[in-house]
């Protein structure tokens, strides 16, 4: 729920009041509308839940590529040095993008580990 944040001043005190306001769908103006009138609530919900399904799913696919490449950088010891991979990244929209970074090996931990 969205906060309001209001200062008022006493005396030599300033005071700052918290309140709490929950927009109408009217003062929303973000929130679609069908022929002049306000979307029903039912089809809003809807929305909203495919919308955090998809977000969800969306992080769940990160999270699986995150573990696959840790796991592959375990067994490999292969990888590419972040601030590198980000100075590279960037560069790419300049007229002088710099050569991609190099692939570093360390010993796989898997090894370390035995």
């Known amino acids: ?4 944040v209001s200062t008022t001043s006493e005396s030599a005190t ?3 009041l918290l309140t709490s306001h929950k927009p109408t769908l009217a003062s929303r103006p973000h929130v679609p509308t069908i ?3 306000q979307c029903r609530p039912d089809t ?6 495919e919308t955090l399904i998809e977000d969800q799913e969306g992080q769940l696919r990160r999270k699986q590529e995150a573990d696959l490449a840790w796991k592959h950088y375990q067994n490999t010891g292969l990888h ?20 991609k970074p190099q692939v570093k090996h360390h010993p796989p931990l898997a090894a370390l580990r035995t």
């Open 44 to 49: 809003i919900a809807s929305d909203l839940v």
């Open 1 to 4: 729920m969205p906060t309001t």
């Open 80 to 99: 590419i040095d972040g601030q590198e991979a980000i100075a590279w990244l960037r560069s790419l929209a300049t007229a002088h993008p710099i050569p």
């Open 35 to 37: 022929g002049g009138g």
């Open 14 to 16: 300033d005071m700052v």
